[in-house]
């Protein structure tokens, strides 16, 4: 029986609602050399003479296990089984195996991720550990002293001597003699069909032997496990795991998993679980439940929540995310998302659908895919805000046909409160120009103390509309987006650790590192700080407690104040007018004292600070400068005769630029534009791959596959 492409955890939930139609491009042997050489050398060999499960781990290489031959692939350092198929046609035996190649730069950027997170998190852990064994060590001590200075609070009568010393040798003795019942013993008793099942107390002999061996516990959750290949690179690659659960819904894949985690010699790290993925989580959740309302007092109780929840499925992760964030450590748990419904989320086709998953509508325009990433930000902080859970963006890209996303997630009702002012809705002139104005739903106001020595934060409502209902530069209707995460998508530092390690990683265990980097690299460009945040950096190094509780409390409330990117060349079609050169455009914007970067998501895309008023501006002295039109050609009331301001009253400055009598606060301190090329080239030299080229044509995903 062959396995299916994708979790039957995802189809149970979403059903009918949103079912797309496609599965994964699969390529032909002739694009792996290496296997396709093995392999010829291995067809020669009988069926009869195949090794088995126990063989050491080849690309290419052919098993038999169970009377069924199977082929090896290799990814990173794992290696997946795929049963051959006899009547497959020629040269397609491997096409149906089940492995996705396009997703290796998601997985090889989920291990490096992981990889940085988890060293901080472990030396998290180590230290903590470390400061409760000390406490405790320090309590048995101070007992320890205060029995033996305590004298008998009653004195033995006379003539009872000799009962008095065998009394008092036996309190002396007994205490040290006396044998404590073991936390074994401890245990309530486990039923026998449990035991037929491998079940094992959660805090049993192997477990403790296991975490003293390790020092502390590193686990991971791969809710929709597949075909298991994410749980076996962690299990390989990351060198600190203690545990990685494997789950998925149908049993052959269970099987399968088990199967491919015995070949990698990976049985005592890799835990299959065969369960739906709601279900398994919540039986975490409710397991911990039930142990805080039994515990006594304050005594702390071990956790049995997972440090990393990986959620991969085929579609929306939108069904996942309420369990997921319970079942997540909340002390800075690392939550993995993809979606592939770009369909969705990045496009004006579906506002329903997208409402319905995510509670948020999507954008008509350029830059929707930045929106749907902040969309499903959104989605996963009011999940987790019910909870009292606040998330923190650390790393959220656009690739493909998907999004990958990952979040911190962690206690604090305090944090909670920020909330609403970190969302926003969006006007958008979709129809018309293109540009944008962004509402908050509430305002985070920074108010003093009494004292004076600090500040604390208001949250309140804020004015509205920030927006008339048609646009400002163009005269076009306007159109309601969100609501949509309005704070920073990215954390440098966390960025800036993952860089670090794909530094240090060996590209022949990561086939896409080229490309991890590119986008990393652009990823951490993108990051434009606003005059205060620069200015609180500064003062953070030099001042007191008083100034970084300030820094830490303007972090929570700050959002991003340049969210969305434009492309140029969309723009310049608006206008009827030539596009300018990227540097050209650079240089003019950051002659007039404004940032430019790039955006992640797309090839030639812009991300500034310059107003949209400004933008507009440039492209108008682009025009008078550079590229003239002919007005002939452009229809008098058009978008670009709108744009270009043709038919409207013109004054000349001093500058020599002409510009309607009414203009823009901003547009009207600009002097002179110049198309600086130099100043727009790029700083950085290093030769990165930014954007993915399609290999092939119909590249991406397919039809969804069908199995027995």
Request: glycine share 8%; charged share 25%.
């Amino acid at each position: 029986m062959r396995l299916s492409l994708f979790s039957a955890s995802y189809r149970s939930i979403v059903g009918n609602f949103y079912r797309p139609r496609r599965s994964y491009y699969l390529p032909h042997v002739s694009a792996f050399p290496l296997f396709k050489r093995t392999h010829s050398v291995l067809c020669a060999m009988s069926d009869d003479e195949l090794p088995g499960l126990d063989a050491t781990p080849a690309n290419g290489q052919r098993i038999k296990h169970d009377n069924v031959i199977y082929t090896t692939v290799k990814e990173g350092l794992a290696h997946i089984l795929v049963p051959e198929q006899k009547d497959a046609k020629d040269g397609q035996e491997v096409q149906q195996v089940f492995y996705n190649p396009i997703q290796q730069f998601n997985r090889d950027l989920t291990v490096l991720a992981m990889k940085a997170y988890g060293k901080e998190k472990v030396k998290q852990k180590k230290v903590a550990s470390e400061a409760r064994s000390g406490k405790f060590a320090e309590k048995k001590r101070k007992r320890k002293e205060q029995t033996q200075s305590e004298r008998p609070a009653k004195s033995p009568k006379l003539g009872d001597d000799a009962g008095a010393e065998e009394a008092v040798g036996e309190s002396a003795v007994a205490p040290a003699d006396t044998e404590m019942p073991d936390a074994k013993e401890l245990q309530p008793a486990i039923p026998e069909q449990d035991k037929e099942l491998g079940a094992q107390p959660s805090n049993g002999a192997d477990a403790a032997k296991e975490k003293k061996s390790s020092g502390v516990e590193f686990t991971i959750l791969d809710a929709l496990s597949a075909s298991g290949l994410r749980a076996l690179r962690y299990a390989h690659e990351i060198p600190f795991l203690t545990k990685v659960t494997s789950n998925d819904l149908l049993k052959v894949a269970t099987e399968s998993i088990q199967r491919n985690a015995i070949h990698n010699g990976l049985a005592d790290k890799i835990s299959v679980s065969h369960d739906d993925a709601l279900a398994h989580m919540y039986s975490v959740v409710v397991d911990e439940l039930r142990k805080r309302s039994g515990r006594a007092g304050k005594a702390i109780i071990a956790s049995n929540k997972y440090d990393v929840i990986d959620l991969d499925p085929y579609g929306s992760a939108a069904p996942f995310l309420d369990a997921a964030v319970q079942a997540i450590r909340d002390d800075g748990g690392l939550l993995c998302v993809t979606c592939t419904d770009s369909g969705v989320w990045a496009s004006n086709g579906y506002p329903e659908k997208c409402y319905a998953l995510y509670g948020g509508v999507p954008v008509k325009g350029w830059y929707s895919h930045e929106v749907g990433l902040r969309i499903v930000l959104h989605s996963i902080e009011t999940a987790a805000a019910k909870y009292g859970l606040a998330i923190e963006p650390l790393l959220s890209l656009s690739v493909d046909y998907y999004m990958r996303v990952f979040v911190r997630v962690t206690r604090s009702p305090a944090m909670v409160k920020f909330q609403g002012g970190k969302n926003m809705v969006v006007y958008s002139c979709g129809g018309g120009c293109g540009s944008w104005t962004t509402q908050l739903l509430m305002k985070n106001k920074p108010a003093p103390n009494k004292k004076g020595s600090g500040i604390f934060y208001k949250h309140g409502f804020t004015k509205a509309p920030t927006a008339p209902p048609l646009c400002d530069h163009c005269g076009s209707v306007t159109h309601l987006a969100g609501p949509m995460y309005a704070g920073r998508i990215h954390d440098p530092e966390f960025v800036q650790k993952v860089i670090d390690e794909a530094n240090e990683a060996s590209p022949e265990i990561y086939g896409t590192l080229p490309r991890v980097k590119g986008m990393l690299y652009t990823a951490l460009e993108e990051f434009l700080p606003t005059p205060q945040e620069v200015e609180a950096q500064k003062d953070s190094g030099k001042l007191g407690k008083v100034v970084k509780k300030k820094v830490t409390e303007a972090e929570l409330a700050a959002i991003d104040p340049y969210p969305f990117y434009f492309y140029p060349a969309q723009v310049a079609g608006l206008m009827n007018c030539q596009s300018p050169p990227e540097a050209h455009l650079k240089g003019a914007l950051k002659g007039l004292g404004y940032r430019v970067t790039r955006s992640h998501c797309k090839a030639g895309s812009i991300k500034t600070d310059a107003p949209w008023s400004v933008i507009f501006h440039v492209f108008r002295e682009w025009v008078r400068q550079k590229a003239p039109v002919k007005e002939a050609n452009i229809k008098e009331g058009s978008l670009a005769w709108r744009l270009l301001r043709l038919g409207e009253k013109q004054e000349t400055t001093e500058g020599g630029l002409t510009e309607p009598t009414k203009v823009d606060d901003a547009v009207s301190k600009i002097t002179e534009v110049v198309f600086d090329e130099e100043l727009g080239r790029e700083e950085n030299k290093q030769k990165l791959v930014r954007y993915q080229m399609n290999p092939k044509e119909n590249w991406g995903p397919m039809s969804r596959a069908t199995g027995k």
